[in-house]
Every structure is written in C-alpha cells, then in structure tokens.
C-alpha cells in the first residue's frame, strides 16, 4: 500500500499553532504586564494591545492553515516525497537508503485525534522542519515506519581487531597545564585591545584620556589592585576550567569512544566510531613550544544532532600522540611518521610566503598607520605589524597537505596555533578549490575541504599552487569501481 | 587537468539578477542623496557630492550590467554519474566537487523572482551543508533534480 499525494492530519494545524503559542506567551505575558501596570486595565494601549495579540494570532492560524494545506508527503517504493513551503515551493525526495531512523513520537494531543509524530532521521543534517511529519493518523505512521526500517543502510565492516579495552586518563598534573595554558586569557587582551579600538573610532570621548586620568589620580589604588584583579580573574579561569576537565577518561570500548568528565557537574559522551568524520590535533600557540597538543574529534550525529566537535584528549604530549591516535582511532584518523618534516606534506609555492605578508601585513600597516595617527604611543602599532608578519611567516611554514595511500587526506594549516586535520576521503563531503582575484595573478588558489559537523571549522588552505590545487581536486574525483572502505 | 564543467544556466538568470542587482543598488545611492541633502541645507564641500554622485553611478552599472554578465557567463555545472561539479563566482573563482555519493536530498526552490521568469534553484545537500545551481528552467531543474537524486541513489555509500 503505497500512498498518493496526501496531506498531513488536520490536526497539524492545532500543533503548530501550539507551538506559536508556546513560543510567544513569554513575551505577550511580559507586555500585558507592562501595559496593565502602566496604563490600567482599561487603557486605550491596552485595548490596542489586546487587538493586536489577537490579530497576531489570527495570522498565525492563517499561516498555519495555508502551511497545511500546502504541505505533501507521498510514500513511495524507494523513498519519502515531500512538497512544503508557502511563498517558496519546495520539493525534496528522501531516498530510503538515506533514511536512518524512523521515530514515532506522541504528546497528550496526540492521543486527542489518535495521531502520532513522524521524525525521520538521515545522517548529517537536521530535517525536523521538513523530514518530520507533525501530526499523522496511528495506522499511517506505522506503515511508514515498518516500510522504511526493512532495508538498513548496510553496515560497514570495522576492521579494527583491537577489541581490547583501552583507556586514557588525564592526571592531575596535565589537568594543571591544562587549565593553566589555555586560550581562555586571550579575552582578557582582546578586551584591551577593544578599548584602545574605541578610542580611535570615538575621539571625542577620549576613553583612553579618561582611563588614564583615572589612572594618574588614583595611581596607588590602581597599582595596588589591577595586578590583583588580572591575577585573580586568571585564577578563577584556571579553577573553572579545572573543574570541567576533572577526571577526564577516555575508554575505546567496542564500537565506541566514551569520554566522562567533570567533578561537580558530571558529562558523558558516548561517539560511535563509524561516526567519527575527522580528527583535529591543535597546537595551541602557548603549548607548542612545550610539545603539548590537544586532540578533537568530530563526528556526525544522529538524527537532530548536527554532529559535533568534541575535546578527544585535551592535553597530551606530542610524542605519545602516534600511539594514542593508533589506540583509538581508525587508521584513516592517524598520523604516522613525522609531519613536521619539509618532504612530508606538500607544501605552499614559495610565492606564497611573500603573498601572505601581503594579506596580513597590509591591513596591520593600515591599522597601525591610524593608531600611530591617534594614539600617543604609536609606535606600538609597529609592533603590530611585526607580529602580523610573523603570523604570516609561520602559516607559510606550516601550511601543507597529503594524500596517503590513495585514501587518507591531512591537511594542516596555523593562523595563531597549528592545527592538523586527518580524514578519509570518503569524509570530505564536498571539495573545492577558490580563487581570488589577488590569487588569480599568482597563481594559488584555496583548497577547502567540507566535513559533516564542522560547521564554524574552517578547513581550507590558502595559498596552494594552482597545479596543486588542481591535483588535489583531481584526486577527490578519482573514483574505484567500488567502494571497501570502513 | 580536468576541464570545466559543461553547462550552463538559464539565461534569463540574467534578468533576475539585474532586477536584485537594481535593488540592492539603492543602497549605494544611500549616502549620496544623504549627503545631498545635507549639502543642501548646510552645504560646504560641494566636491564631494558630485563624487560620491560618480561612485554611485558606477556601482550601480556594475552591479546591474557587469557583474550579472560575468556571474552568467562564469557559472557551469555539469552532472556525471560519479559527481557534481561546479563552477562559479565573479570576484572569487569557485570549484566545487560533490561526490554523488555524499549526497543526501536534492531539492528545488523558487522565490518570486525566479517564478516570475520560470526558473528554479537546485539546492545539493550534504552531510556538511548544501550548495545551489541557480536558476535553471524549472523543466530543467526538474531533470536535474531528478537526475542526481537517481544517481545518488545508485551510487555506493556508507554514511
């Protein structure tokens, strides 16, 4: 019984109207509170308030009813067909092999019309707006449910005969570097940064000038107890962050990693191993020279969870990152052999370093220019252009990527810390390749690759040579005759 | 080195972005009439207003006629059983490799303008995200749409 075009019970209308409801009641609570303390019961504002609640609802019952009605789903032999939308028409097919999980779900209101919820969950993304069929007659829903959960996605076959148990615990002197060296104290400077920011921008205000007479006037009070305001702060970062990471484990157990953390507020995660999308090895930019990396993994969720990026292993020593990478992970997941060697990855044209100067020193200089024009210490900003160059300088020197055994993608890149990506090919969603016009004369392009649950990760190059980047996409398209990947 | 992909948009593309073009222009005349208005009533630094009149004038035909054109002539995409691959951008040229494979839903939007001219927008998506072929005929985004959700079906996969 495969169904025609049909819509969805009457009473998704009830539903989404709920859910406006329960969505707005705050705020329209908030304004007839207002309103009657501020202008009594029967007030001219509140009568206006009153017809405006009830024509906004009435809209909403409009847009709800017109949604309805122009919402279709059909259920066919090999997928789910939907068409939805009111001023755009959208139309979509989900293929039953995409189709993870079928959720059947129902609320009191539910019962009422004898109706239930259809959540359709695939890998990756989210579809609860359109996968997901609010209110669909009991018998309906569970065809669907059965006709879609006959055929599984196959399951892919994980070659990993290390099914002993292994674990990693963070001690308490590594959870003390921890704490101690992460980024956190970069705000602090940032908002330093942000007032001398504003004084430029507000000159007439002359916030500095303000500060700084505050300073001068009270100079023995401001001496005595900055020092202890910034000591302070930094020790209450350093006791929270102490706090979030106490106890970490890290447990490959089967077919998962868990990784249970925290002392007064407790969390467990459990990652599925086939779900993990890539690894991130990041060299924070106080913990390089101390040879310390933190490990992320990111993985792709189930159903509503976009997939995330989680803490792997937050502080580890880079020697022993091959072993632990090789004890936990998948060997797509690992770095084997030593990558900061020239001949390891291929690395960006020497044009590069030069054109990254460019791109990061030319807006230091500008920025530098106007702060020498405005600030009495000017020459400060000359040490923005320094630091600027060297930014650029060490990106160009650890910029690069690989491909080994025809599979496992590397790529590693550093703005202020190196970070290092390791993925399967078969987990890159999407490749590209980007040239600017700057680029366009001097022949180097961007390489950027897309990872399921990255969103906010920026994996891209700059700087690749044109002929590279074109290899490189030309790898991507090199397709086998089957795929026996895991 | 692989060549460019094959196909192109819909013409009438051009029509439609002319017309967002147009609109999003208004914007640049913002400060010049400002500062018309303020040369007007206050007025010293005539100058500027007939640059800022030049600027906007030429912002303008660039994004009504020049940019429309080469966004149109630089946009290819081209749909094999293996991929799909994409060519775009004015200012930054863009490659894109969607593996069929990773593939998950293809849909086809249309907002009021494009319906107005009969066209439609093929939106890929990913696991990591979605990418558009824009304003295609609505026949042939239909095909398209078609065509690839064939395909990604067909194809091997795991995730």
């Known amino acids: ?486 | 080195m692989r060549p460019d992909p094959v196909q192109r948009i819909n013409k009438k593309a051009l029509n439609v972005w002319r017309i967002i073009g147009a609109i999003t222009s208004l914007i640049y005349w913002l400060p010049t009439v400002g500062y018309i208005l303020f040369h007007y009533f206050i007025g010293f630094y005539g100058w500027i207003g007939w640059l800022l009149l030049i600027l906007s004038s030429v912002l303008t035909f660039i994004t009504i006629v020049t940019i429309p054109k080469i966004k149109w002539l630089r946009w290819r995409y081209e749909i094999t059983e293996h991929e799909i691959s994409l060519k775009y951008g004015v200012f930054i040229i863009r490659r894109s490799i969607i593996p069929m494979v990773r593939v998950q839903h293809v849909d086809t939007t249309q907002g009021p303008f494009l319906r107005y001219y009969g066209l439609a927008t093929v939106m890929i998506s990913t696991a990591a995200g979605s990418h558009e072929i824009p304003a295609l005929s609505i026949q042939v985004a239909d095909e398209v749409r078609n065509r690839i959700s064939e395909l990604a079906r067909v194809a091997d996969h795991d995730v």
């Not at chain 1, 993985?299 to 072993?323: C, H, I, Q, W």
């Not at chain 1, 690749?464 to 991507?476: C, N």
Request: glycine residues 6%; proline residues 3%.
């Open chain 1, 1 to 486: 019984m495969m169904s025609n075009r049909q819509r969805l019970h009457p009473s998704a209308i009830i539903f989404s109207i709920i859910k406006v409801i329960k969505d707005s009641v705050f705020p329209v609570i908030i304004f007839f509170i207002t309103t009657l303390a501020g202008s009594g019961l029967l007030s001219t504002r509140m009568f206006w308030l009153i017809i405006v609640t009830i024509a906004f609802f009435a809209v909403m019952f409009i847009v709800a009813v017109i949604r309805w009605y122009r919402f279709h789903y059909s259920v066919e032999e090999d997928g789910l067909r939907i068409e939805y939308g009111v001023l755009i028409r959208n139309k979509r097919f989900i293929p039953q092999e995409r189709i993870q999980t079928v959720n059947l779900t129902e609320t009191v209101f539910h019962r009422l019309f004898n109706t239930v919820k259809v959540e359709i969950d695939t890998a990756g993304s989210s579809l609860q707006s359109e996968g997901g069929l609010t209110s669909i007659n009991y018998e309906e829903a569970q065809y669907i449910k059965s006709h879609f959960s006959n055929q599984k996605a196959k399951h892919t076959i994980d070659n990993e005969e290390n099914s002993a148990d292994t674990i990693y615990t963070l001690n308490m002197k590594d959870l003390l570097i921890e704490a101690s060296t992460s980024s956190g104290m970069g705000v602090f400077f940032i908002i330093i940064a942000g007032i001398f920011q504003l004084d430029y921008m507000i000159p007439t205000f002359d916030l500095l000038g303000i500060l700084t007479g505050f300073i001068e006037s009270n100079l023995k009070l401001v001496l005595f107890v900055l020092p202890i305001v910034v000591v302070l702060s930094w020790v209450f970062s350093v006791i929270g962050s102490m706090l979030k990471n106490a106890n970490f484990t890290l447990k490959k157990e089967g077919n998962n990693l868990y990784i249970s953390r925290g002392l007064l507020e407790k969390r467990e995660i459990a990652i599925p191993i086939k779900r993990i999308q890539a690894i991130r090895v990041v060299e924070g930019i106080i913990r390089q020279p101390f040879g310390f990396v933190t490990v992320y993994v990111q993985s792709a969720g189930y159903g509503n969870d976009l997939g995330e990026s989680t803490v792997l292993f937050p502080l580890l020593r880079r020697k022993k990152l091959y072993s632990f990478l090789e004890s936990t992970v998948p060997k797509h997941f690992r770095i084997e052999g030593d990558l900061d060697r020239n001949d390891a990855l291929v690395r960006l044209p020497r044009r590069s370093l030069l054109l990254k100067c460019i791109r990061y020193g030319v807006p230091a200089l500008l920025m530098a220019a106007a702060m020498i024009y405005y600030l009495p210490w000017g020459w400060v900003s000359s040490m923005f252009v320094l630091f600027a160059l060297a930014i650029a300088y060490f990106s160009y020197k650890d910029a690069g990527w690989m491909v080994e055994e025809g599979n496992r993608f590397t790529m590693r890149y550093r703005l202020l810390s190196r970070t290092t990506i390791i993925c399967p090919k078969y987990r890159i969603q999407s490749a590209h390749v980007n040239q600017s016009l700057f680029q366009r004369r001097s022949r180097t392009t961007t390489i950027l690759i897309l990872i399921a649950g990255s969103i906010g990760v920026n994996t891209a190059l700059w700087g690749v040579d044109e002929q590279e980047g074109m290899s490189f996409l030309h790898w991507f398209q090199a397709h086998k005759t089957r795929h026996t990947d895991s």
